[in-house]
Structure formats: structure tokens, C-alpha cells
């Protein structure tokens, strides 16, 4: 079994951003042969600052590498250190129709928040087939928002295969089950762009204010309150265990138990089940050329896979 999955540089990782998308990442490396690749090539539909583009992927392969990506266990890459992904973008290019592409939602989407249509936004789907296909996937897990990709890269595997002969396998997209939506300090859904994040990998102070800051109602101290409507206890779920939670929740319909002690014993939770991979961080901080040797490596590995694929491709279409 052989799955892919690209992830975007995307700023600094927030703990929404852990439990509702690296966490499933890491998971996945023990089910098969695994290649989790750096989506550089992708993010040039949006015209990243260049020096900002190298410094994104640096950080994403600490920030994954910290959070438990085993090279061991899967093959961890820079998409565009093997850009064979781009030669068979343009093969693909030639059994795509128009047509599919339009109807892209993801493209209408960006088009619709005010990026410029470049035909890179517009082919994007193309791109992702390569990716997909290139390294043979079975499995390709993915938000709901990208099943429509998943479709597009099958139309397209299925006519290469039909004009050319069998080359691609015809993969399956793997949809996980609905990560619940990790609130921010304000309640509403943590987001890079609302302001309202707990950093993973942020100082003591910083995160430990950011708690303090996690909106509740104003009940006083020996009041008792409802667990059920809180964002504290809604983050603690996330971090301790089923009989901490439980403790919490009875506390809470106690009385005598204030946000303020709550967000404490939050705030210590998370510290600590962080502790690792803030470690883990510092280290590998300090040992950039090991870091830079895994992606190096991966690439290798992933290489090899394409120019297996790509061969059979030139062969097939007569170059
Ligand atoms: P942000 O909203 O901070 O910009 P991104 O859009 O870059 O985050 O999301 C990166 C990944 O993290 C996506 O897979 C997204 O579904 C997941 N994610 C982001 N925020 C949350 C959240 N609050 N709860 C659960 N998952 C989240
Ligand atoms: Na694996």
C-alpha cells in the first residue's frame, strides 16, 4: 500500500494545526509505504516572497520532523527536488481537457478571494496529478474541499492509461474522519488569520498568556459552571487524559473551582505534552545539516520511485 500526502509551508504551526492535520500526517506513516512530500512547486501559484518560500520549507520539515515524521518510516521530500513532477506535468497537460479544469471548484474558490488567474492557479489540479501518480499511490488522504482533485488525477490517469497502455496505477483518495475544529482563545476557530492561536513551539510566557487569554463566561469562583460550554475544557480534552477530563468536568459542576485554576492546569497539560517535540526541536535547531541530509535523502528516495515511472511514460508516449 503506497500513500502520498503534500503539505504546504504555512507559518507558524499552531496546536489547531497539530491536532487537526499533523497529528494525522504522523499516524499515517505506520500504514503503508509512506511519502509525505514539501509542496514548493504548489505554492508558487500564490507568489510567495522567495527567501520567505526556502525559509517555509526549512521550518515545515522541523516542525513535522519535531512533531514525529520518522524518516524511517516515510519518505519525507522536497516536491521540487525531483522535477520530474513538472516533466510529467506537461505530458498530463496534453490528455486534460479544458473542460475539467473549469470546473474546478479550488480554482473558482481562489479566483473568487482575489488571486491572479495565472494559468499556474489554473493547471494547479495537473500538478497534483503528477505528484500523485508519478510515485504509483494507492492512497491519497485528503480534505473533503480536495476530492474533486482526486477525481480530475483519476480522469487523467484512466485516459493516459486508455491512449497509452497501463502506466498509472488509478488511485483512491482516503478521506480521514472529521478531526473535530480546535477552538481558539476566543472560541471561534483557531486561525493564523483571526489572531486567536496557542504556537506550538512558542515561549513559556507566550503560550502561558495566551491561555490566561481563552475567553469563558464571568461566574464567579464558588459558582458552579458547565464544562460542557467551555473553550478551556474544550482544549484540555485535547491533552489530558480521559480520567483528567472527567475530574476537570466534576470540578467544574462543583463549584469552588474557578477558569482561573482551569486554565492552570491547562496551560501545565499542554506544556508537558508538547515538552517532547519542543525538545526534539531544539535539537534538531542545532543539527541543521542532519535535517537537510533527511530531506536530501528523501530525495533519493523519491527520485528513484519517479524516474521508474517517468521511464515507462517516455517510452509510452515515444520521446
Ligand atoms: P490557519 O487557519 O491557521 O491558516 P491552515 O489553513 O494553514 O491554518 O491549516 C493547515 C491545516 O491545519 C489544515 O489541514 C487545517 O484543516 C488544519 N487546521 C487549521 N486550523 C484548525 C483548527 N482550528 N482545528 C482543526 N484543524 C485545523
Ligand atoms: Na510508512
Redesign the pocket.
Known amino acids: 500500500m503506497r500513500i502520498l500526502t503534500g503539505i504546504q509551508p504555512?507559518g507558524t504551526p499552531?496546536i489547531?494545526?497539530y491536532?487537526?492535520?499533523m497529528r494525522q500526517i504522523i499516524n499515517i506513516q505506520d500504514k503503508g509505504e509512506t511519502f509525505i512530500f514539501l509542496a514548493d512547486y504548489h505554492s508558487l501559484t500564490t507568489a510567495p516572497e522567495p527567501e520567505q518560500l526556502r525559509k517555509n520549507v526549512l521550518e515545515l520539515t522541523l516542525n513535522y520532523l519535531s512533531c514525529g515524521v520518522d524518516p524511517e518510516k516515510a519518505i519525507l521530500f522536497r516536491q521540487s527536488d525531483v522535477p520530474q513532477v513538472c516533466e510529467l506535468t506537461w505530458i498530463l497537460n496534453n490528455v486534460t481537457p479544458v473542460g475539467l479544469l473549469e470546473r474546478a471548484h479550488s480554482y473558482k474558490d481562489k479566483i473568487a478571494k482575489g488571486f491572479a488567474p495565472n494559468n499556474g492557479l489554473f493547471s494547479y489540479p495537473v500538478l497534483m496529478a503528477s505528484d500523485i501518480l508519478i510515485y504509483q499511490s494507492n492512497l491519497v488522504p485528503v480534505?473533503k474541499d480536495q476530492k474533486q482533485h482526486l477525481e480530475i488525477t483519476r480522469d487523467i490517469a484512466i485516459k493516459f492509461n486508455n491512449q497509452y497502455g497501463e502506466v498509472f496505477t488509478i488511485p483512491e483518495e482516503l478521506i480521514p474522519e472529521e478531526?473535530a475544529?480546535?477552538p481558539?482563545t476566543d472560541g471561534q476557530?483557531?486561525?493564523?488569520?483571526y489572531n486567536n492561536?496557542i504556537p506550538i513551539f512558542g515561549k513559556e510566557k507566550e503560550i502561558k498568556k495566551a491561555i490566561m487569554n481563552v475567553v469563558t463566561d464571568c461566574k464567579a469562583l464558588e459558582e458552579p459552571k458547565d464544562p460542557d460550554n467551555c473553550n478551556v475544557v474544550a482544549l484540555y480534552k485535547l491533552v489530558a487524559t480521559p480520567e483528567e477530563l472527567e475530574e476537570m468536568k466534576a470540578r467544574y459542576r462543583a463549584g469552588g473551582y474557578g477558569y482561573g485554576h482551569a486554565k492552570l492546569a491547562l496551560f501545565d497539560k499542554l506544556w508537558a505534552y508538547f515538552e517532547p517535540m519542543r525538545q526534539r526541536r531544539a535539537e534538531l535547531e542545532q543539527n541543521l545539516d542532519y535535517v537537510w541530509s533527511v530531506l536530501a535523502k528523501g530525495a533519493e528516495k523519491a527520485g528513484a520511485e519517479a524516474e521508474k515511472t517517468m521511464d515507462k511514460v517516455r517510452r509510452a508516449v515515444g520521446l
Open positions: 504555512s499552531h489547531g494545526n491536532f487537526g492535520a480534505g478531526v475544529i480546535v481558539g476557530k483557531m486561525s493564523k488569520s492561536t
